[in-house]
């Protein structure tokens, strides 16, 4: 009886390890997945060069001093609306205002004294007159013999002194005319000087940004206000100089806005000739359509036509993605098998295949819940 157990526990081993024991079932060894199938064919796409950028104002302006004094009153902020002509910045203007008053004190100076020199010309007119009628007398009377020569004499030169008086009064006169013309430029440069004071819209548009607040210093040049044009706005793009031939004014592209999430018809208005020597690029402007939401600082991509390519493809109901690997399940004797593929451009219909899939074999599309690799499938048409 001591040795009956362990026999008996190796025949019921045994037994369990013998041709009555049950095996799991394989993928292959299942009812087979029904699946519809596409061939991979090769494809005409468009070539499109794409080029990254940033929408840009087509009007913009750094509002600045031209005068320096400081900031009375800042009537706007970042972000609001103004119209052509509105007041944005007042400056101090004290001594702006001092410089007109004197330059229109002297204006009203030089006027006071035109009724004087014309006063001055009339009794001059009336001396010259009066000596040139006295020496039209004696020079009768001179023919006659009627005068001495010494009468005669006085009478000739007291004509030439009232002509020499006229000429001076109305030589005082035009000098008053040129220096009351001087005047007047002086107000108007002062008025216009003291208008700096007033800095006001250039055109209608958005506030963009503010650098300067109540009690600042303001200098000649040193930016106040930037405002942009609403409305107008365009894609300023980096475009590979090997591309340049590529690139004409007036060539239709798709631009897309990532804050937008559409594509925009658009049209190349100027291509700056200058390649940046470091990225070995040179800048294309795009004209945008108008839109409300279009703002300057968004990043968009240009799609510029290049001709077509053949590509590989596949309906993008075929692509399995996990995380970054992407594969597609390939029809080898009746068995799925995954193969892992690299995508490239993606279409509205299909799937650009870089690597992994060769014209000609068939994939399971749309892909079916349970498919794994290895699995027997029937295909249906």
């Known amino acids: 009886m001591r040795f009956l157990l362990p026999v008996l526990a190796s025949a019921a081993i045994l037994g369990g390890c013998g041709g009555g024991e049950s095996r799991p079932q394989t993928a292959s060894s299942t009812a087979p997945v029904p699946v519809e199938t596409v061939t991979v064919v090769s494809q005409q796409w468009p070539d499109v060069y794409e080029a990254i950028g ?3 104002a087509r009007t913009a302006a750094v509002l600045s001093s031209k005068v320096m004094a400081y900031v ?3 009537a706007v902020q970042a972000g609001d609306r103004v119209r052509e002509g509105q007041l944005l910045v007042t400056l101090e203007s004290q001594d702006l205002d ?6 229109e004190a002297a204006e009203t100076e030089v006027r006071s004294a035109i009724p004087e020199a014309d006063n001055g010309v009339a009794g001059a007119k009336a001396n010259l007159d009066l000596a040139q009628s006295t020496f039209k007398r004696m020079e009768e009377l001179a023919s006659k013999r009627s005068i001495s020569n010494q009468e005669f004499d006085e009478a000739s030169a007291r004509l030439k002194s009232a002509e020499a008086a006229y000429q001076m009064a109305r030589a005082k006169r035009s000098q008053l005319d040129s220096r009351l013309a001087q005047v007047e430029q002086e107000v108007r440069a002062a008025q216009i000087v003291r208008g700096y004071a007033r800095i006001q819209a250039p ?4 506030v963009t940004a503010k650098s300067v607040e109540p009690g600042n210093l303001a200098a000649p040049g040193a930016p106040l206000l930037t ?3 609403e409305g107008a706005y365009r894609l300023e793009a980096s475009v590979d100089e090997s591309r340049l031939p590529f690139v004409k004014t007036g060539q239709a592209v798709e631009v897309a806005l990532e804050a937008l999430d559409r594509r925009l018809a658009a049209r190349v208005s100027e291509v700056v000739p200058a390649v940046d020597s470091a990225s070995r690029a040179y800048i294309v402007k795009i004209d945008l359509p108008s839109g409300p939401n279009l703002r300057s600082g968004m ?5 510029f036509p290049m001709g077509s390519r053949t590509v590989v493809a596949i309906p993008p109901a075929a692509m399995v993605e996990r995380g970054q690997l992407q594969s597609v399940f390939v029809i080898e004797n009746s068995l799925a098998h995954t193969r892992l593929v690299t995508s490239g451009t993606r279409g509205p219909n299909a799937v650009e295949v870089l690597s992994g899939l060769s014209e000609g074999e068939k994939v399971v599309s749309p892909l079916p819940s349970g498919l794994v690799d290895g699995a027997r499938v029937e295909v249906r048409q």
């Open 54 to 56: 940033t929408v840009r």
């Open 72 to 74: 009375q009153q800042v």
């Open 98 to 103: 001092a410089n007109v008053r004197r330059v």
């Open 203 to 206: 055109f209608a548009g958005v």
């Open 227 to 229: 405002i942009e044009r």
């Open 299 to 303: 990043f968009g991509r240009a799609y």
